[in-house]
């Protein structure tokens, strides 16, 4: 997409909903016409892609009259909106994501029915594992306010504040819970007392259709297999549940270079030391376990980060 087709797309208005998503808001349209939503212009001083895309995800919701509940009636309108917003802010970093979200929840407080839609969209587009725009980050800056905002009692505020204790648990940046496993060798190892430049923690079921597409994906890499061949990678293999006859009668399928374990003590699932909202889902660690991705089912997510960490060491 060339410069001049982006900033279109940013300051225009969306007339579908995120790429590979069907868009069913929960309330009723009561417009048959989407409403146009406001966007800022954008200022002479924009020259280049980053710049407009930063510049968007800071000033998306300028023009938009958050105190206006008509919007409410032609809800379409605003997720149509919202979801682009959610692109836009999946394009930045994280901790900017994560204020811009704070920001846009801040303003809706004006106007409770307002700050509950954009709560519900946010945790749709931001929060929902099959949402193809997740952004676990974007969505603390959200939680952040619905967690303190004074329209909420304390009894609306334990949701959020169960999602946002869970989010805040092995967040980028921080050390990963650290946990014992047991193989089907009957040994027992931990999270930390894994030696390799990277881990990469793959928390999966057997006979799990989306385990086995991400184990496939992970051993179809050239990058993957050469770094796990050589050692710099190790891969984890976490069952969290309790059907252990499952579990070993699938181990023929697993790669014998990984780590291939289950969670003996349950500890992942009774001591929510990992989100298992959806599975499987991987972690890439660094040598120290802290957490470089979350949640990422995206192997060229995972190749791209390796590479540039390492290529810039070597620079």
Not at 100 to 126: H, I
Not at 166 to 187: Q, S
Not at 197 to 222: H, M
Not at 236 to 264: C, F
Request: aromatic share 12%.
């Amino acid at each position: 997409m060339n410069f001049r087709t982006l900033i279109l797309s940013l300051m225009g208005v969306a007339l579908v909903g995120c790429a590979g998503q069907t868009s069913k808001p929960n309330k009723e349209v009561k417009s048959a016409e989407p409403r146009k939503i406001p966007m800022p212009e954008m200022p002479y001083f924009v020259s280049n892609e980053e710049q407009a895309v930063a510049y968007m995800a800071e000033h998306f919701w300028d023009k938009f009259d958050f105190a206006d509940t008509t919007y409410i009636d032609t809800l379409q309108s605003v997720e149509i909106a919202f979801g682009q917003y959610a692109t836009t802010i999946g394009r930045v970093p994280y901790d900017v994501a994560c204020k811009s979200m704070n920001r846009t929840m801040t303003k809706a407080q004006v106007c409770k029915p307002m700050f509950d839609l954009f709560a519900e969209l946010a945790e749709k587009y931001l929060y929902d594992p099959n949402s193809p725009v997740k952004n676990e980050e974007a969505y603390i800056g959200a939680l952040e306010v619905m967690t303190t905002t004074s329209l909420y009692d304390e009894w609306e505020r334990v949701r959020p504040q169960s999602q946002l204790d869970l989010a805040l648990k092995n967040r980028l940046g921080t050390r990963a819970a650290d946990f014992r496993y047991m193989t089907k060798e009957g040994r027992w190892g931990s999270l930390y007392g894994i030696r390799a430049r990277y881990t990469l923690l793959f928390i999966n079921n057997p006979g799990c259709p989306a385990c086995k597409d991400t184990r496939e994906q992970i051993s179809a890499s050239p990058m993957l297999t050469q770094l796990i061949d050589e050692g710099v990678i190790r891969v984890l293999a976490v069952y969290p549940d309790e059907d252990l006859k499952e579990w070993y009668d699938y181990q023929p399928n697993m790669p014998a270079n990984w780590i291939n374990s289950y969670d003996k003590e349950l500890a992942m699932r009774e001591k929510e030391l990992y989100d298992l909202r959806a599975i499987p889902t991987l972690y890439l660690l660094d040598q120290d376990k802290n957490v470089l991705l979350k949640d990422c089912m995206s192997i060229p997510t995972i190749e791209q980060v390796i590479y540039y960490r390492d290529y810039n060491k070597q620079q």
